[in-house]
Antibody, heavy 122, light 111 residues
Framework: EVQLVESGGGLVQPGRSLRLSCAAS????????MHWVRQSPGKGLEWVSG????????DYADSVKGRFTISRDNAKNSLYLQMNSLRGEDTALYYC???????????????WGKGTTVTVSS | QSALTQPASVSGSPGQSITISCTGT?????????VSWYQQYPGKAPKLMIY???IRPSGVSNRFSGSKSGNTASLTISGLQAEDEADYYC???????????FGAGTKVTVL
């Protein structure tokens, strides 16, 4: 079964850091690009970051550029999101998503995890 | 503010057809055939319904279809059913920037 399981969310104070993980199974992880997408309570989807199959191409939404770092470990079938200098507006449910392609710029996200919740509050 | 404009809501009666629009520019929707549509139920993860403007992934009902004209892409749901009540988001490849990959979303209500 193709599956993505996110972890690492929680309550964190503004300015602090958090690292999210996404464990992939059921498919050849290193064939595909991956994304992080978030959704604030009651709001729409916001693409956060994408990484190509070999980590050769990476990009971020302007709202997180310079604060968040995406990475992957193909040997461990895992995707990560290092989030630094967290702000209240980063409070959201964070989804890990698989792309249908090795590159992420077409945004063909065909498999999604259930998400992990990040709450930034003092 | 999203670069892709969707109506906030669309409604229809069971059995009817409805269309959700997604309007962009020549730098995204109009310039490339890489529009995707996602369905999301409350409290659930999104599901890919259409990619590359009009291609349905395996397992998606053929009541869902996609098209594009100029800078506007559309998702049509035919034979509307109660289970189609959800939020729908469009996305598109863009040559300009990675700002706002998704539209703001459209809430579909089945009357």
């Amino acid at each position: 079964e193709v599956q993505l399981v996110e972890s690492g969310g929680g309550l964190v104070q503004p300015g602090r850091s958090l690292r999210l993980s996404c464990a992939a199974s059921g498919f050849t992880f290193d064939d595909y690009a991956m994304h992080w997408v978030r959704q604030s309570p009651g709001k729409g989807l916001e693409w956060v970051s994408g990484i190509s199959w070999n980590s050769g191409t990476i990009d971020y939404a302007d709202s997180v550029k310079g604060r968040f770092t995406i990475s992957r470990d193909n040997a461990k079938n895992s995707l990560y999101l290092q989030m630094n200098s967290l702000r209240g507006e980063d409070t959201a449910l964070y989804y890990c998503a698989k792309d249908m392609e090795g590159t992420f710029h077409y945004y063909h996200m065909d498999v999604w995890g259930k998400g992990t919740t990040v709450t930034v509050s003092s | 503010q999203s670069a892709l404009t969707q109506p906030a809501s669309v409604s229809g009666s069971p059995g009817q057809s409805i269309t959700i629009s997604c309007t962009g520019t020549s730098s995204d929707v109009g310039g490339f055939n890489y529009v995707s549509w996602y369905q999301q139920y409350p409290g659930k993860a999104p599901k890919l319904m259409i990619y590359d403007v009009s291609i349905r992934p395996s397992g998606v009902s053929n009541r869902f279809s996609g098209s594009k004209s100029g800078n506007t892409a559309s998702l049509t749901i035919s034979g509307l059913q109660a289970e189609d009540e959800a939020d729908y988001y469009c996305s598109s490849y863009t040559s300009s920037s990675t700002l706002d990959v998704f539209g703001a979303g459209t809430k579909v209500t089945v009357l």
